[in-house]
């Protein structure tokens, strides 16, 4: 391995108590390997990652039949993992919890035992159907409680209650009102409840990619993306948190997790922040807003791509790179707030003799890029996600293999190998129970028509401005992926928000986009800022602040959506060079000229007056008109140059 030559004082981190403290996914009981309990949890874990390579191999089962396979045997793990609250048992599952974790394995059982007669009566339930369908709902609420939280199973229960209430309400939300019998059969015996769209991306799609990040990380990538970045960005003005940006935009798109992110890579770059000059605020921020943005980065997007691609039928390499230019703009920001930051604050980088080379970390772990070219490879030839995260997934393992052959470390491989799908299981549990009641909420918008009556809504509102709509479209995303995972707060936010922009005539995958967005920074803004809730938590800084300090710097991120909607040759859709390349000029010194708004900065401090036209020359410039591009850049370099000279200092922009 590469010897570390960088060396830094870091703080005492208890990363576990962190995670448990913001990632309800990471309160789940320790047991011990030899134990009966974990050998269970292990060989169950186990068993499930290689149904998922098997099914993505030879083909999957009948879709009823292999979601209800998927989601009992995420339920049964789940309860057996994650204790019903803060007073039960750490150490072992009650009698209660074995209770529902065979229940979750019997309800998944019924439909794959009676698969045949389920589709043959189907819209004529017999009583069974209702009883156990009535028990999933209630074992599903139980179990996302469990491990994602009380808001996504609250916003469940309202939508159930909703569903049967329907006809005692008022005005435009009224519909007709559904019997318990036809809700509880709508959601546990059909592909459109618990059975839906989501969970039929997260049995296919989203866990093998989940898995393909645990082969990664057992691999050794997440060290070696951070050891590249050091290389890269380490010596640079303000170089460890451009390091953090880096490092965390890569680990965030494959694994899913801004919140995981922010503590796994937040240890070690949050501390380098804070010993080069950082506020603890700042530092925590940076993080946050890295990890968070991971999330629209291709090549992963951490799964929600294959998500939209589902839902709008459209090539995952279609959205991969279309989201490309949208997502470096957004790291583009962050990072020009951070070089701003540092310029005015006088913080150097870290000692080029304390940094590892880039050419030797390259020579050391290069290989580690072979899986993620495959992926690619098999996407842009047309293959599907499902066959391109197989073969990734096996180009790991025989990489792994023939490399610690190679180096004489064969102690423990096998184990390591094995560890990796236990661990790509569990890591997939909470993604799995979110997108399972997420299909409740779904379920019931589509039951009763409640998401064409909220974009109704958000279109009156809107008064047919669509400017005025897209404000209200990102309020009710960031208000319905507040507290949410990213992938359950984008199924949620596209059935409910996107709409309302179709309607205005914007094409359904900048709809999509914009949606997505807006339900990933719910991660970021105050009050339930869990990203930079955690990031506050390891920098030792104040978590409202730190919130407020995160959305400045992913600024660029609130305004980025707005651009490609009025422009959606930056996603490239009927794009020509020429247009294509004036928007992407535009919108890169929008994003500059935006940073230095809010940083208050350009080679020297700036007053108010300065910040405002800055402010005002980047809106003119993401606006998509040749007019206002010229305003825009005329106020832009006549501020420049004023700065530039006045100060006379030599900054690199």
Known sequence: ???????????????????????????????????????????????????????????????????????????????ILYPAGKKSKKDKPSIFDWGLSLISLGLGAYILLNYNAIVLRAGLPNNVDVFLGIVSIIVLL??????????????????????????????????????????????????????????????????????????????????????????????????PAKVAVVSSGLLGSINGSAVANVVTTGAFTIPLMKKIGYEKEFSGAVEAAASCGGQILPPVMGAAAFIMAEYLGIAYITIAISAAIPALLYYLGVIVMIHLRASKNGLQGLPKEQLPKASSVIKERGYLFIPLAVLLYFLISGRTPINAAFFSIITTILLTIVVRVRRKETKGLFMDLVSALEDGA???????????????????????????????????????????????????????GMGLPSIPAYIITATMAAPALAKMGVPMLVSHMFVFYFGMLANLTPPVALAAFAGAGIAGGNPSKTGIQAVKLALAGFVVPYIFVFSPQLLLIDVTALGLVQVIVTAIIGVIALGTSVEGYFYDNLNAIFRV??????????????ITDLIGLGIFMTIFIYSRNKSKKEIIV
């Open 1 to 79: 391995m590469a010897e570390k030559k960088f060396e830094i004082e870091e703080e005492k981190i208890d990363q576990a108590k962190l995670l448990e403290m913001y990632d309800t996914e990471s309160r789940f009981r320790k047991f011990d390997s030899k134990s009966t309990v974990g050998i269970i949890v292990f060989l169950v874990s186990v068993m499930l990652s290689l149904f998922h390579l098997y099914t993505a191999w030879q083909g999957t089962l009948p879709t009823l039949m292999h979601r209800s396979i998927h989601v009992g045997i995420i339920m049964s793990l789940v309860f």
């Open 426 to 480: 569990r890591t997939a549990l909470g993604v799995a129970v979110s997108c399972a009641v997420v299909g409740l909420i779904i379920g019931v918008a589509t039951l009763t028509g409640f998401g064409l009556k909220l974009a109704g809504a958000i279109l009156f509102l809107g008064h047919g401005n669509l400017f005025l709509t897209l404000i209200f479209t990102m309020v009710a995303c960031i208000v319905l």
């Open 613 to 626: 036209l800055l402010f005002a020359s980047a809106i003119l410039l993401m606006i998509s008109s040749l």
């Open 142 to 239: 139980e179990g996302a409680r469990r491990i994602v939280g009380k808001e996504i199973v609250i916003l469940a229960i309202l939508f159930l209650l909703y569903a049967y209430f329907g006809r005692k309400l008022p005005g435009i939300i009224a519909h007709r009102g559904y019997s318990i019998k036809a809700i509880a059969e709508y959601m546990y015996l059909s592909t459109e409840g618990i059975y839906g769209i989501a969970i039929g991306v997260s049995s296919t799609y989203i866990f093998l990619f989940i898995l393909f990040g645990s082969f990664l990380q057992k691999s050794g990538m997440g060290q070696f993306f951070n050891d590249l970045a050091m290389a890269i960005a380490g010596s640079s003005k303000g170089g």
